[in-house]
């Protein structure tokens, strides 16, 4: 099966940049068959949807939150997602989860397979 595996994840300062990467395998695997989403979650808080991307990368959608600060990416040859994180605000503070999943969308119940998470902190 599909195996995700998020990196790039750490401290940085309000207003500083932080770009996560998503390395996808597993198997007789075709990662431009799958939609990729990035979602987060903050302690005693939900899974939240940050953004998603098709499988082409030619369609992407973005939370209200981070229209305008965040980027989503992917590179088919490589077999990887991005999601590049500018003016970065405390509350951005969360566990990263990176997703793959048959069709891309904002909810979670579009993706089977999920990455550990990688823990972005954004200090004031």
């Known amino acids: 099966q599909v195996q995700l595996v998020e990196s790039g994840g750490g401290l940085v300062q309000a207003g500083g940049s932080l770009r996560l990467s998503c390395a996808a395998s597993?198997?007789?695997?075709?990662?431009?068959?799958?939609?990729m989403g990035w979602f987060r979650q903050a302690p005693g808080k939900g899974r939240e949807f940050v953004a998603t991307?098709?499988?082409?990368?030619?369609?992407?959608y973005y939370a209200d939150s981070v229209k305008g600060r965040f980027t989503i990416s992917r590179d088919n040859a490589k077999s990887a997602a991005y999601l590049q994180m500018n003016s970065l605000k405390p509350e951005d503070t969360a566990r990263y989860y990176c997703a793959a999943g048959r069709i891309f969308g904002i909810s979670s119940n579009n993706y089977d397979y999920w990455g550990q998470g990688a823990q972005v902190t954004v200090s004031s």
């Open positions: 991307i098709a499988k082409s990368g030619a369609t992407t």
């Open positions: 597993g198997g007789i695997f075709t990662f431009s068959m799958y939609g």
